[in-house]
């Protein structure tokens, strides 16, 4: 086996229980005016209260906009705007919030530097050149984005949310506080934590590419390799281990803690090699069902793993050790998934799809919608075609792992 990759980053993460108390100090590095994204409920929180008086302290004068909304509809970005004022006048954009916010903080300092509109950034590699430095704070753990070169908006003119991708996106500071996120609420930890599992699994099963050097600007997502695959067995051994303690025990700085640990590794697992089928289809299960982005991926993950199993068998091997639970059976590889379907079921995220509402009838639609995510299915380890997707939803709505086939051939059948 060759060892080849390429790894993307922050100039700088900080990571520890108190390491928020430096945030007046690393934003002072950057300049002196900073807009910050948040909002109302974070900014509430006590330890990101007191987070956000080091700014002033450490002499950075702030506008804030703290009316961000979950999920991130384009709204918030055009209020965020107005609110911040001439952009101009900004040095470095501080995000201090879950997923939501922190993207928000990526499109301001995005559309700082190369103006509007949004929509032409849409995709990947669309952005020409480097945008404000971000500084980003997360509260739940989460997404990743801290270290992530993606932001996902909802367009109320598209169908599906999108996302920007580009690797001038990335935070130049990621200022993780595991005490930050100890406010998050069950829900929000149990599905925030699923989705950061997901990366994590999806990142280590996604198909390896071949290098081309040449290629300029390179993809944003490379596939899996040697460098992705060894944040995302750190992110699947801390996040299986301490997300339920998490959830049960919102007050347990030590699950907090690796829950954030695990949550960043992820990040940087698939902000490398990308993500795959479950977040496709996601795209779609969640403009439908408007449920939250990981509810939504972590019901979908162990049917799109039952259906790509055979072609990731040793990963699968590899991630069921991570998790404490080896694979008894390498042929048959079900150890991994039936702990994720364990994990996410303890914590309450709901298994089918018929669960959240959504109508059989609907399931073409949303085949069909999630097979143009062509950026994430190239990810997957065996192709997933409408006819693949349609079958996994199916599979998803019943709740039957256990019939979905195992080769091309019953696929086809
Ligand atoms: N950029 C990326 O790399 C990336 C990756 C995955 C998902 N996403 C996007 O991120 C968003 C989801 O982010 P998320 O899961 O972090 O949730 P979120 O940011 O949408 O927040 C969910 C809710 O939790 C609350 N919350 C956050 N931190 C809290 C805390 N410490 N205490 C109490 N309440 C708190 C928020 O107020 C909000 O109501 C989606 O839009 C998704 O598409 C982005
Ligand atoms: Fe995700």
Known sequence: MTIDGVLRGPSEIIFGRGAAGSLGSVVASLGTRAAVCTDT????????????????AAGVTTVVFDRTEAELPLRCVEQALA???????????????????????????????????????????????????????????????????????G??????????????????????????????????????????????????????????????????????????????LVAAAAIS????????????????????????????????AGTGGAHALQYAVGAASHTPHGLGVGLLLPYVLSYT??????????????????????????????????????????QTLAEIGIAEEALPHLADQASGIGRLLRNSPRPLGRDALLLILRTAHRGELIGLPSTNEEATR
């Open 41 to 56: 409920v974070v900014s509430s929180q006590p330890p990101v209260a007191a987070a956000l008086t080091t700014l002033r």
């Open 83 to 153: 609110a911040v004022g001439p952009l101009g006048e900004i040095d470095v954009v501080v995000g201090v919030g879950g997923g939501s916010v922190i993207d928000l903080a990526k499109l301001v300092a995005l559309l700082a530097i190369h103006g509007g509109p949004l929509e032409q950034y849409y995709g990947e590699n669309a952005i020409p050149g480097r945008c404000l430095p971000v500084v980003a704070v997360p509260t739940t753990a989460g997404t990743g984005s801290e270290v992530t070169p993606v932001a996902v908006i």
């Open 309 to 350: 199993r055979h072609a990731c068998a040793a990963e699968l091997c590899r991630l069921a050790e991570a998790f404490g639970v080896p694979e008894p059976d390498q042929d048959e590889p079900r150890a991994a998934i039936d702990e994720i379907v364990r994990l996410s079921a303890s914590v309450g995220v709901p």
């Open 241 to 272: 281990r301490s997300l339920e303690l998490a959830v049960r025990s919102g007050n347990d700085l030590g699950a907090r803690e690796a829950m954030l640990f695990g949550s960043l590794n992820a990040g940087l697992a698939f902000g490398n």
């Open 155 to 232: 367009d109320p003119s598209r169908e599906l949310k999108v996302g920007i991708s580009s690797p001038y996106l990335i935070p130049r500071f990621a200022l993780c506080d595991p005490e930050l996120t100890a406010s998050c609420p069950p829900s929000v930890t149990a599905f925030s934590g699923i989705d950061a599992l997901a990366h994590a699994v999806e990142a280590f099963t996604a198909s390896a590419r071949s290098p081309d050097w040449s290629q300029q600007p390179r993809d944003v997502f490379q596939g899996k390799n040697p460098f992705s695959d060894s944040f995302a």
